[in-house]
């Protein structure tokens, strides 16, 4: 042995030998996670971002590394990945899947290059279907996804069936319906089983209850499962009873786990909405919503049992315990984005029902994407939207919404559940004298109530909409089949005998026949069955019909009174301001550009009261012009939010 073989490394050889290994290091990283910068390979090699990227410069100028599709890529990752001690390799598997888990954003290009590196980890697979269904047309993606599945021991049917299953709980149905389309045709009785229950779940979302009932008939009961609760509701939704019933037999009681609990309670809770007047339904829907609860996101939910029972709820008057329900379910984040958007758009009509306006349309803004609604969701946010105009009396948002709505219309699906919606958008078309559709629609509907025998826990609410539309158009021969509905069955629901009743009074009303008494009676009934803004609305119409000063006030006194519930009557004025309370309610209304009979309908006082207000606010600002006092109480409000 030569004296220069035990001599120790000099310095610069030490030091030459370590920035070859930071150089391999950092090429071993690029081939295998395709980072976006030297701060990201920063993070991870916890070496300086400033050497990183002088280090990154002289590779890329070598053409030793280069930069396509927003990532750092190495000319030559797969020589460097073969040649990779195993455990180096592992390691930065661990470190980069610890990223992914921990939530943090993965690009597509680090993924595929974590599969052609050779990791086949659980949580890369998942990441990949996630990707897989953001981008259903990345090609190295699908085959990334199909390789790791493969070295899973996955085969090409398991890897449509975990990519479907993903979409279905983000509430993508079409990219279900594709996915599934064709595992139906060819797949096992097991694999059918699996992707059936998926597809039926996307066509229950989609309101197209035929075709999921279809699909549930061929898994068949040996193998449905528990899914057999979702067929229950997909049988009352279309109004099959006879099916609901055969499901609900196939579903049997015995249950180990919440999950299974959350959906017998469902199943026999919409079995008795149809039964009666639903007594005790309200109640198995709320102890499903506490079952499923606790599951939060990771259930699936082809119908959400909280919004179910909010509209059996608000059929039963009884909207405040529909907005607890609700509560509870975007609380628990039941149902996930999907859940979100139905339990917001429901909330949102609890609280419009409520005469809670501004509450209902700031819920409604809480909605995300709302161009991606399904047909049934959009349905229900443009009745919203032309409901909240009504109810403000604002005729041009009320008309856009309505055009969008009847245009929406045509071709859609419509079931059991949607009666609430189509009520409001008969009173809509009603008031703007193109009821045509609507009445084509609401026919249509009414068919699925009439084959389950008019369960009234459905149906009041539709047939109390139905009575406001013939007022509203004038009508009388529309208003009949809508009051037959309501009183024969005030014997068995309490809401339905108060909605009758009401009917009467309010025709009564309009025929001037109607005394304070009977006006009375009906308005409180109607608010305490959380009809806040009708009952207003009632005893304000009978102010205006009644010629006597002092029943007029006294009436008017009764609307205000009842109106306290109501929430979004605006800001409380500042005592700075020249405006009194009841000045600036007004002052609002004018500079949004309504008519005084217009504002008298919603504050429940005269025209002539309006004028009277108007005529002292421009006193009091010293307005020349009825455009100087518009400008003038602008500037007011405008200070005031």
């Not at 939060?296 to 909207?319: C, F, Y």
């Not at 559709?437 to 609410?461: D, F, M, Y």
């Not at 009743?501 to 009303?509: D, P």
């Not at 550009?593 to 309908?601: C, F, K, L, Q, V």
Request: proline share 3%; aromatic share 4%; charged share 20%.
């Amino acid at each position: 042995m030569s004296s220069q073989d035990t001599l120790p490394k000099s310095h610069f050889a030490q030091r030459t030998e370590d920035r070859e290994q930071e150089v391999d290091t950092l090429l071993m990283h690029i081939a295998v996670s395709c980072p976006c910068d030297a701060a990201e390979l920063s993070r991870r090699i916890t070496r300086a971002k400033a050497a990183i990227h002088e280090d990154l410069t002289q590779l890329m100028a070598s053409g030793d590394v280069y930069f396509h599709d927003g990532a750092l890529r190495a000319a030559a990752a797969s020589r460097i990945i073969a040649s990779a001690p195993a455990e180096q390799l592992r390691e930065i598997h661990d470190q980069i899947l610890a990223e992914i888990e921990s939530g943090a954003a993965s690009r597509t290009a680090t993924l595929v290059a974590l599969a052609e590196s050779g990791c086949t980890d659980e949580a890369l697979l998942r990441a990949l279907i996630e990707a897989v269904s953001e981008h259903p047309e990345d090609a190295l993606a699908i085959g990334a996804l199909t390789t790791v599945a493969r070295a899973r021991g996955n085969c090409d049917e398991d890897v449509r069936v975990m990519t479907a299953t993903h979409a279905a709980y983000r509430g993508q149905t079409e990219q279900v319906l594709s996915l599934t389309d064709g595992l139906l045709a060819t797949a096992s009785p097991e694999v059918f089983a699996e992707a059936g229950a998926l597809a039926a779940a996307a066509l229950i979302q989609s309101n197209r209850l035929e075709r999921a009932l279809a699909v549930y008939r061929r898994i068949g009961a040996e193998r449905i499962g528990f899914n057999a609760a979702w067929a229950v509701v997909a049988a009352i939704g279309k109004g099959d009873l006879a099916a609901a019933r055969h499901w609900r037999s196939v579903l049997g009681n015995d249950t180990l786990t919440n999950h299974e609990s959350g959906l017998v309670d469902l199943a026999d809770g919409i079995l008795n909405t149809v039964s009666g007047n639903g007594d005790g339904a309200l109640e198995l829907l709320a102890r499903s919503v506490s079952a499923l609860a606790p599951l939060g996101e990771h259930v699936l939910l082809p119908e959400s049992p909280a919004a179910l029972a909010a509209i059996v709820a608000i059929g039963r008057g009884d909207p405040a315990t529909a907005q607890t329900l609700l509560d509870r379910a975007l609380k628990a984040n039941l149902g996930g984005a999907w859940g979100r958007t139905r339990h917001l758009l429901l909330s949102s009509w609890s609280q419009m029902v409520q005469g809670q306006v501004d509450a209902a349309e700031a819920t409604l803004a809480k909605l995300q994407a709302v161009e991606n609604l399904s047909d049934r969701d959009r349905l229900f946010h443009l009745c919203l939207l032309a409901g909240i105009a009504r109810r403000r009396t604002d005729l041009t948002a009320m008309r856009d919404a309505w055009q969008a709505l009847r245009g929406h219309t045509f071709g859609i699906s419509l079931t059991l559940f949607d009666l609430l919606p189509l009520g409001e958008m008969m009173v809509v078309a009603a008031r703007l004298r193109d009821s045509e559709r609507a009445e084509e629609l609401a026919l249509r509907a009414q068919s699925v109530a009439t084959g389950l025998h008019e369960p009234i826990v459905w149906t009041a609410p539709f047939h109390w909409s139905g009575v406001q539309a013939a007022f509203q158009a004038n009508a009388p021969a529309t208003l009949i089949p809508h009051a037959n509905a309501l009183v024969a069955a005030r014997q068995t629901s309490t809401y339905a005998a108060t909605l009758a009743s009401a009917g009467q009074t309010w025709l009564q009303v309009l025929r001037r026949e109607a005394n304070f008494e009977s006006v009375a009676m009906s308005a409180k009934a109607l608010a305490e069955h959380g009809q806040v803004w009708d009952a207003a609305r009632l005893a304000g119409q009978a102010a205006l019909q009644e010629p006597e000063r002092e029943g007029a006030l006294s009436l008017m006194q009764l609307a205000r009174e009842i109106n306290k519930a109501q929430t979004g009557n605006g800001a409380t004025p500042r005592q700075t301001t020249q405006l009194t309370s009841r000045e600036l309610e007004v002052a609002r209304l004018v500079t949004e550009g309504h008519g005084y009979r217009a504002i008298g309908e919603q504050l429940f006082i005269s025209p002539k009261t309006v004028e009277h207000h108007v005529a002292r606010m421009r006193n009091r600002l010293g307005a020349a012009s009825r455009g100087e006092l518009l400008a003038k109480l602008q500037e007011i409000i405008a200070e005031l939010e």
